[in-house]
Nanobody
């Protein structure tokens, strides 16, 4: 089994910064891209951001582009997402996601994900 130990989330004031980290365990994650998806109430799950295994490439969803930074530590199987100037629409359940590099080299899509972490709820408070 794969598990993600999450840090961050909970209640976040509007306009502040959100920082989520995920450390994957349970197997070796060489050759896996790591990132985040989220699902807001009543909406489909959407891509937030991801980082390519080995570094060099990051992707961001349109809803967070310009406000978010994603980074990973391959040695620790960890991925960190920071989103600044959070908005009400950032309220969602956030999921850590892993995709094997063989599945593609472009922005990850839900159908390509090999492993999902347990979701963590982020609520932006006005």
């Amino acid at each position: 089994d794969v598990s993600c130990r999450r840090r961050g989330g909970g209640l976040v004031p509007v306009g502040s910064s959100l920082r989520l980290s995920c450390a994957a365990s349970g197997r070796t994650f060489s050759n896996y891209d790591m990132g985040w998806f989220r699902q807001a109430p009543g909406k489909d799950r959407e891509f937030v951001g991801a980082a390519r295994w080995g570094g060099g490439t990051t992707w961001y969803g349109d809803s967070v582009k310009g406000r978010s930074t994603i980074a990973r530590d391959d040695a620790k199987n960890t991925v960190i997402l920071q989103t600044n100037n959070v908005k009400d629409e950032d309220t969602a359940v956030y999921y850590c996601a892993l995709r094997h590099v063989i599945r593609g080299s472009q922005l990850p899509v839900e159908e390509q994900i090999d492993y999902w972490g347990q979701g963590t709820l982020v609520t932006v408070s006005s």
